[in-house]
């Protein structure tokens, strides 16, 4: 099967597609969004504490406990959710490719105890091993998306060693060790490069899960701190107020959905694109 | 059987060493101890700290009086709360986590099953979709944007149960909300999968088999399509309990119940090491269990798993 009838049907699947369309508007609001509100991030005003929206005034989502601007936090948070969702996956593709690559290229005990202990941190309540390490080592914005990354990449390893093992029967494998490149040569130039494709798609699949995560330790206290925000920091905001103020409960909630819902939707096209079994 | 049993049993040991040793690592190696709180202490008062809690040793040594101390089940003091041990604040709070997790998953169970073999048995009509519909929701939106929501429609606009608390324990008013926001997401997987296995499990040859003996519908549906059915619904209880133990840190923390996941918060915002890890390797060991009895179920339910 080529690429091109993968992209096609993927392009004829308007679940994926309408996936496609939301994930891009909500990078756009991320990236230019501030630009549509006449308000800056750290705007307080006295007289507007937990008002509702305001159209005419510029408060398209009203505003918060502190009187700042909802729109524009909701903007904020989407980038700071995004950007933490996209480092942590980049993180454990990182890890994942290496582990993976290794544990397939060498196989044999090395495969299975290496895989052995994939199987082991499966089985772990993650969550707790993040919150674990953020009380040890801090909770600044670089932590988060390290230790989410540092324990997400189960799956990654799992997909590429697969893959690996899939590559290392190949003809150019052969001829390259018939050239006499080491095992280190081989493996960093011949088997990495030819992961990238699966890979970046299988990341597209752990970033929802990277944005979840991080939203759930937000939402305690525990991930994203002020002045920053994120999704799950309003989230976590507006369950405190939300008897007085719902819509700050719910803006932050209905954008955090609707985008898990679209990663969802996307991914699922994308592994049917690629792997059309049913 | 019994073979099978003990394989698992030894299989779940390294599991176990992995958790507690990573706790321990982790716990040990990161700059900035416990006692680093910015305060200015007299050299004197620093090395009797270290040495009342055994961190002179060297590293190994620790290690060992950690393992030694948790088979006895003593996870250390707890930092913070001067006068509990960990042991005895887990002690506290667990009853409360285990009949909110329990009821949880025994409610995600009974309704996840019951609606995933309706909409099977409706498949394609609107009834069906509805179902998916609600699965969907309730996968997509997460428990900590759900359960603020229930607390505030139910409990605040409706007024028709407390809107948090755990009244004294004995109230079934304070328990049905958080219940119902724990097991939702649960839920809404189970009526997914068990609504596709069994669609699955009915059109399986066996099933006309037993039509074609003449037995009832509802013979044929509960003998016989519910047990092949079933089984992915069961190999989904490990990671359905490890969701359920997540998600109590969130439910507890919103309906303020007295349990471990609101000891787990407290402590992680307040750094206190002992009962942060403390919390991580009691539930690491819980979960532990929970697969080795989940496997134990799956083999005595398809007994082609324990030949292999």
């Known amino acids: ?128 091993f993040v919150i674990l390490l953020t009380v040890y080592v801090g909770r600044s914005l670089s932590t988060i998306f390290i230790t989410i990354g540092a324990v997400i990449w189960l799956d990654m390893a799992r997909i590429v060693r697969g893959q690996t093992l899939a590559l290392k029967q190949r003809e150019f494998v052969e001829a390259a060790r018939a050239f006499g490149a080491t095992n280190r040569r081989i493996l960093v130039s011949h088997i990495i490069p030819n992961l990238l494709g699966p890979v970046i798609i299988s990341m597209l699949l752990v970033i929802p899960d990277a944005i979840l995560t991080e939203s759930f330790l937000s939402f305690l206290g525990l991930g994203v701190q002020e002045p920053n925000t994120s999704w799950g920091v309003l989230i976590g905001e507006g369950a405190q107020s939300m008897t007085e103020a719902p819509w700050m409960l719910l803006f932050p909630g209905a954008f955090l959905a609707v985008t898990l819902l679209a990663f969802n939707f996307f991914g699922d096209g994308l592994r049917d694109a690629l792997d059309p079994k049913e | 059987m019994l073979s099978m049993l003990v394989k698992r049993l030894v299989g779940a040991i390294p599991t176990l060493f992995v958790i507690i040793t990573m706790t321990f690592v982790m716990m040990r190696l990161t700059p900035g101890g416990p006692f680093d709180t910015g305060r200015v202490v007299s050299p004197e008062v620093q090395a009797n700290l270290m040495r009342a809690y055994h961190l002179d040793e060297p590293l190994f040594q620790q290690y060992l009086r950690y393992l030694g101390d948790l088979t006895r089940g003593d996870f250390g003091p707890s930092f913070t709360s001067k006068d509990f041990s960990v042991t005895q604040l887990i002690r506290q709070g667990f009853p409360v986590s285990l009949e909110l997790g329990v009821s949880a998953m025994a409610l995600a169970l009974v309704a996840g099953l019951g609606l995933g073999t309706f909409s099977a048995l409706r498949r394609n009509q609107a009834s069906d979709h509805v179902v998916i519909a609600f699965s969907m929701v309730g996968i997509i939106i997460p428990s900590f944007v759900m359960a603020p929501i229930l607390t505030l429609v139910f409990g605040v606009t409706l007024q028709w149960l407390p809107a948090g608390g755990w009244g004294d324990g004995h109230q079934l008013s304070y328990k049905i909300l958080p219940v119902i926001a724990l097991a939702l997401p649960r839920i809404s997987s189970i009526a997914r999968l068990s609504r596709s296995s069994m669609i699955e499990a009915l059109q399986m040859p066996f099933i006309r088999t037993a039509y074609a003996k003449g037995l009832p519908r509802r013979l044929v549906l509960f003998r016989h399509a519910s047990r092949a059915a079933i089984l992915p619904v069961v190999s989904y209880l490990g990671p359905a309990t490890a969701g359920i133990i997540t998600g109590s840190i969130i439910v507890e923390q919103v309906f303020s119940i007295p349990g471990i996941g609101r000891y787990f918060v407290d402590a992680a915002l307040n750094r206190d090491y002992t009962l942060v890890s403390g919390v991580v390797i009691f539930y690491g060991c819980i979960i532990v269990l929970f697969n080795l009895i989940v496997d134990v179920l799956y083999g005595v339910l398809d007994p082609r798993i324990t030949r292999r």
Do not use: C, K, Q
Not at chain 1, 28 to 57: C, Q, Y
């Open chain 1, 1 to 128: 099967m080529t690429r091109d009838t993968s992209w096609r049907r993927l392009a004829r699947n308007p679940m994926a597609m309408g996936g496609v369309v939301v994930l891009t508007l909500i990078v756009l609001l991320a990236l230019f969004g501030s630009g549509l509100s006449v308000h800056a991030i750290d705007d307080v005003f006295w007289d507007r504490i937990s008002a509702p929206p305001d159209v005419e005034a510029g408060f398209y989502f009203g505003t918060d406990a502190n009187g700042r601007d909802l729109f524009v936090r909701t903007v904020l948070g989407a980038r700071v959710s995004l950007l933490v969702g996209l480092a942590a996956s980049l993180i454990s593709l990182v890890i994942g490719v290496a582990y993976g690559a290794v544990a397939g290229f060498w196989g044999g005990h090395v495969d299975s105890v290496m895989m052995r202990i994939v199987d082991i941190l499966y089985s772990l309540p993650f969550v707790f």
